[in-house]
């Protein structure tokens, strides 16, 4: 089975930065492409940043120029560096990983989310 794990989550006033990080562990042939998306009570998640095995990344809109997202292949890991963070980001944040495991069967896997907010 594949798991993914976020961390770095937490509490910043305006202006701050945080870095989440999202390490996938299991039954993994390939990592493809990861990305992170975020959630507002009530709202549909969101694209926030992806990037494919090749290290093209895209960007939501709202978050260009201040987030980056960058990927560690040897620790199956991906990074959301995020700066000058504004109270509207505050969300859930969830790592999303498209991965070839076991049987070389190729699937979305997803974490458990980690919360992100934003306040004075």
């Known amino acids: 089975q594949v798991q993914l794990v976020e961390s770095g989550g937490g509490l910043v006033q305006p202006g701050g930065s945080l870095r989440l990080s999202c390490v996938a562990s299991?039954?993994?042939?390939?990592?493809?492409?990861m990305g992170w998306y975020r959630q507002a009570p009530g709202k549909q998640r969101e694209l926030v940043a992806s990037?494919?095995?090749?290290?093209?990344?895209n960007y939501a809109d709202s978050v260009k120029g201040r987030f980056a997202i960058s990927r560690d292949n040897a620790e199956n890991t991906v990074y959301l560096q995020m700066n000058s963070l504004k109270p509207e980001d505050t969300r859930v944040y969830y790592c999303?990983?498209?991965?070839?495991?076991?049987?070389?069967?190729?699937?979305?896997?997803w974490g458990q989310g980690t919360q992100v907010t934003v306040s004075s």
């Open positions: 999303k990983a498209d991965i070839t495991g076991r049987y070389y069967i190729t699937r979305d896997y």
């Open positions: 990037i494919t095995s090749d290290y093209i990344t």
């Open positions: 299991g039954s993994i042939f390939k990592i493809n492409s």
